[in-house]
């Protein structure tokens, strides 16, 4: 039950955050350094990047040639800044990186402030730094890796904050730029502000009066989100987005069953998922042994019971949140939860294992393996370096059509649309025609069959990891639920692709189970003359 108090706990003075922060940054930019020059990717290329380019240009923060979704505006004025350096991906990327660095520095300081243990705050910022999904995220311009860091310092200032309050206005600034980065990000301050008042109104606490001022004060990030909800709405007519981007995200979300669906997803997500289950179990083992003693014979120190309930309550809650909110069950949305996750696990084998550092090196191979090696089921190819072959799959496919099909109308699916007809992502130099369709299922290729558009080459891929031999399945009732609630569908194989287009396969790859594929069909082409 001990917990060391802050006089005993020199750790951050003998490491300062000045120093560490380097090292963080320079691990991280090797560690990805083969891919930092690879071009954007997925949600990146379909809103994030074309969202910051169009302020690089304009200086307006509401995008142009991009649906408004009402994201808010941090990382694409961030972006934007490092482009006056160059607007490339490695620029980019390498920006990311200094990002994901104050996420693990974050990481490191919570676990110092919650535990006090020097090698259990660098383990757990090591374990992690090497997780598949926050390792494949530190390179991706997406707003989850902004709210992530600037999520996890609020915690580092809210528990300190408690009984501080410059520390307490350190958390709230902190929550507002999470805030201003993604807006689901108030859930954290929201969270803990609700379990203040609860503590304060239960009378039990002598510092009730310090409750309800942490509680009023954490509801200043969400309430400073309402200021460019009001510009948006000022400039677009609309509050949370596009009525299409609202439908998909807020409102065919609200099924009881779809909720209750996602939030079982979301568990396994946290618990289970790129071989997280292996210091979750490892921790629930440890759990059935007795404490440890320190040399001086005192117990080894613990996160106390009150701190571990703000951290269950910011992980209930955000689970809560993205298991009604989000029309693609995407990992990244629960990325500040993995490092919470990762501390208590740390902490429990520190504090009840002999031989701890043994349970450390399991989970970190278990890791290492997560990266490279699928798992044997469905997963978004961003959870780990997965992404990369997809992204290495589509830019053959596109130097094939360059190549061999110059001024041909391709007939592809997102994110190859936006990959063809937009240079500044890094595929092509200038803007190839499309036909585009849904997805390469049965009914969008049928629907392309028999319309009468001018299209001369497919380019189609795998727009979802789906392994050949699937270990862990839960039926055709589960499969027919991910298709109504989660858009589930099944990709056609390129050769029913063809034969469906009456085309034949000039070119077909495949990696870690992605694949892509160029087609050329002989269908009239329409002559257009421009100016």
Same mark, same amino acid.
């Given at each position: ?215 009023? &004060? ?69 759990? &059935?042994? &007795? ?241």
């Amino acid at each position: 039950m001990a917990v060391l108090p802050e006089q005993q706990r020199p750790f951050d003075r003998l490491l300062p955050l000045r120093l560490i922060f380097p090292l963080l940054f320079v691990g991280v930019y090797l560690s990805h350094l083969t891919l930092l020059r690879l071009p954007y990717y997925w949600d990146e290329a379909g809103y994030y990047i074309p969202a910051a380019y169009d302020f690089f240009r304009t200086g307006d923060v509401i995008p142009s040639s991009t649906l408004a979704n009402a994201h808010p505006p941090i990382p694409s004025l961030y972006l934007a800044l490092w482009w006056k350096s160059g607007f490339t991906p490695a620029v980019t990327r390498t920006a990311m990186c200094l990002v994901t660095a104050i996420g693990l520095l974050a990481v490191y300081r919570l676990a110092m402030v919650l535990n006090g243990r020097i090698r259990v705050a660098a383990t757990t910022t090591l374990l992690t730094a090497i997780y598949p999904i926050w390792f494949a995220q530190s390179t991706l311009a997406h707003a989850d890796m902004f709210a992530a860091a600037a999520t996890l310092w609020g915690l580092v200032f809210v528990f300190p904050g408690r009984r501080s309050a410059p520390a307490l206005w350190g958390a709230v600034a902190c929550f507002a730029v999470a805030a201003w980065s993604k807006e689901t990000a108030i859930v954290t301050p929201l969270a803990i502000s609700l379990w203040e008042m609860y503590l304060g109104a239960r009378g039990r606490d002598p510092d009730r009066r310090g409750h309800f001022r942490a509680a009023l &004060l954490l509801l200043i990030p969400p309430a400073s989100l309402v200021a460019w909800y009001a510009y948006f709405r000022h400039r677009t007519g609309y509050i949370l987005g596009n009525p299409e981007f609202l439908r998909y995200n807020a409102i065919a979300t609200l099924s009881p069953l779809r909720i209750l669906l996602a939030f079982a997803h979301r568990i396994l997500q946290l618990t289970a998922h790129m071989n997280m289950f292996v210091p979750v179990l490892c921790m629930l083992g440890a759990m &059935l042994l &007795l404490p440890l003693q320190e040399a001086d014979g005192t117990p080894r120190p613990r996160i106390s019971p009150a701190n571990q309930a703000i951290l269950y309550v910011v992980i209930a809650a955000n689970l809560l949140l993205f298991s009604v909110l989000g029309g693609a069950l995407l990992t990244r949305y629960l990325l500040p939860l993995y490092p919470l996750v990762l501390l208590l696990c740390v902490s429990t084998f520190y504090r009840r294992v002999q031989y701890w550092w043994g349970l450390v090196l399991l989970s970190a191979a278990a890791f290492v393996i997560g990266l490279f090696i699928n798992p044997p089921y469905k997963f978004a190819p961003e959870d780990n370096l997965n992404y990369a072959d997809v992204i290495r799959l589509h830019q053959q496919g596109i130097r094939q059509i360059v190549s061999r099909f110059p001024g041909s109308t391709v007939l592809t699916a997102w994110p190859a649309t936006d990959e063809l007809t937009k240079p500044e992502l890094g595929y092509v130099k200038k803007p190839v025609p499309i036909v585009a369709v849904a997805n390469f299922s049965l009914p969008e290729i049928q629907k392309a069959a028999g319309a009468a558009q001018d299209y001369s080459v497919g380019l189609a891929f795998s727009t979802k990891y789906d392994p050949p031999r699937l270990w862990l399945s839960l039926g055709p009732r589960n499969e027919a639920f991910d298709t109504r609630f989660f858009d589930f569908h099944r990709d056609l194989e390129p050769n029913a692709i063809a034969h469906l287009l009456q085309g034949k396969i000039v070119w077909w790859e495949e990696r870690q189970g992605e694949w892509a594929a160029v087609m050329h069909f002989n269908r009239p082409q329409v002559a257009s003359l421009q100016r």
